[in-house]
């Protein structure tokens, strides 16, 4: 057992079934070519098809996030298909697509009102723009590079980005990144909450205690400031 | 339990129920007028031809013949790596990780599949599938086995879990020997691979330069 294990994520009533680190029995990595990016003829239209949506602008990158991780079968399907079904999820719930306009393949209800729509010739702009998060910072960032840390270890009620394996850890602030939209509150509809971004990193045994074969390795995740109290 | 990559698809001859979903749901999407048809041909065409880990390998060939702009890259890898033309979505906040004979870095997303796309592209099947995530922050040298690579003790790991939107690329060593070549053909040694930290840059002249350890 970990010590410092925190309770179980199914305890809180939000259950993210993407969060595999640390996780065994998961078996062995089996690398690709680098030119094999689908494995599907429909794979490529789901990745278009999301991208395409995501700009219409009725749902944020956490919340998408937060739609898939929570999909009871994640872990049973592949990657695109987790794709689908997220896109499906989101769509169905913010009224975008009604179920029978799925399952009848024709459109049946007035669309909703969108922000915008992905027309081809602004394709490359748009990519090459991105979304960035950084914003500016309210106030003063709270750790300082060199300080110890330690992470929070109640798992949240809502999508959250502290991966299980480094809950209740002490850490050392090797990088700050500034404000950035903060997760959390953004998956939730709570709006942006810019929090100041750190990268945190764990000696491994912190992480896996001291039974587990030293690898000689640090480990770290970028963590927003309310994961973290002073250590 | 079967894998994720066996799970739905068996297409004999027919279109697969998943084929089928997709279908029916770009069609609504499309009369509704969410999409633009066009748009989503351009999307798989960026990502086919356009960006791709080619991008990257530009990228550690230009840090390996400038010394100057390795030290931006460090510095501030978004702006050295916009300009040389790649930003934008997924790799809006850039940070490059040297390899050195000291420590080698290895890049995951434990959580989802959060990777450098202006660089790299969309990420590999096993780079977003379950073992590697689950296991390269705890077994991170297991893992470089099943890629072939045996880097010694001496060498530490270090592990980057990209778990908001800062995106790592890492800026592998320059192979031995590769003082006579170009910065076009250095950059035929820039595997993706050696740039998420599972791999190593090719030799001049063919094999990976992985080193073994006795």
């Given amino acids: ?231 | 339990m079967s894998g994720p990559e066996h799970d739905d698809e068996h297409q004999h001859g027919s279109l697969s129920t998943t084929e089928l979903r997709v279908r029916a749901l770009e069609t609504v999407l499309r009369q509704k007028g969410y999409i633009d048809p066009a748009a989503l041909d351009e999307l798989i065409d960026t990502y086919q031809t356009k960006i791709g880990p080619r991008n990257g390998a530009q990228v550690v060939a230009r840090a390996w013949c400038d010394s100057e702009f390795r030290r931006r890259l460090l510095e501030d890898a978004t702006a050295a790596i916009a300009s040389l033309g790649f930003s934008g979505r997924q790799g809006e906040h850039m940070v490059a990780v040297e390899n050195t004979p000291e420590q080698h870095n290895l890049v995951v997303c434990t959580l989802c599949s959060c990777y450098p796309w202006p660089v790299l592209g969309l990420p590999p099947t096993w780079y977003k599938s379950a073992p590697y995530r689950a296991r390269v922050v705890k077994d991170p040298r297991g893992v470089l086995g099943d890629f072939g690579v045996h880097l010694p003790e001496t060498v530490r790991i270090r592990v980057w879990d990209s778990t908001a939107e800062v995106r790592y690329l890492v800026l592998p060593q320059r192979p031995a020997a590769s003082e006579h070549l170009s910065e076009h053909e250095l950059a035929n040694l820039v595997t993706r691979d050696s740039m998420i930290g599972t791999g190593l840059p090719l030799k001049p002249g063919g094999a990976s330069t992985a080193h073994t350890s006795p």
């Fill in chain 1, 1 to 231: 057992m970990n010590q410092g294990q925190s309770e179980p994520a199914s305890a809180t009533g939000y259950v993210s079934n993407a969060d595999l680190g640390g996780q065994d029995g998961h078996g062995t990595v089996h690398p690709e070519p680098e030119g094999e990016l689908f494995h599907a003829a429909w794979e490529p239209r789901v990745l278009a098809l999301t991208l395409a949506m995501g700009a219409t602008g009725l749902w944020n990158i956490d919340t998408n996030r937060a739609a898939r991780e929570t999909l009871p079968n994640y872990r049973e399907l592949s990657y695109y298909r987790i794709w689908l079904e997220g896109l499906t999820k989101l769509l169905l719930q913010t009224g975008a697509v009604q179920a029978d306009e799925i399952s009848h393949s024709r459109a049946v209800h007035a669309a909703v009102a969108t922000r915008s729509v992905l027309h081809a010739g602004q394709v490359a702009a748009v990519l090459a723009r991105g979304s960035p998060t950084s914003r500016p910072s309210s106030s003063p960032a709270r750790y300082a590079l060199g300080q110890w840390v330690r992470t929070r270890s109640a798992a949240p009620r809502h999508h959250t980005r502290l991966p299980a394996y480094a809950r209740g850890k002490r850490g050392i602030i090797e990088r700050v990144h500034g404000a950035h939209v903060f997760a959390d509150t953004n998956a939730q509809g709570l709006g942006e909450q810019p929090q100041w971004l750190y990268t945190v990193a764990f000696d491994e045994q912190e992480l896996w205690g001291e039974t587990t074969p030293r690898q000689h390795a640090t480990v770290s995740v970028d963590a927003w400031e309310p994961y973290l109290e002073p250590a």
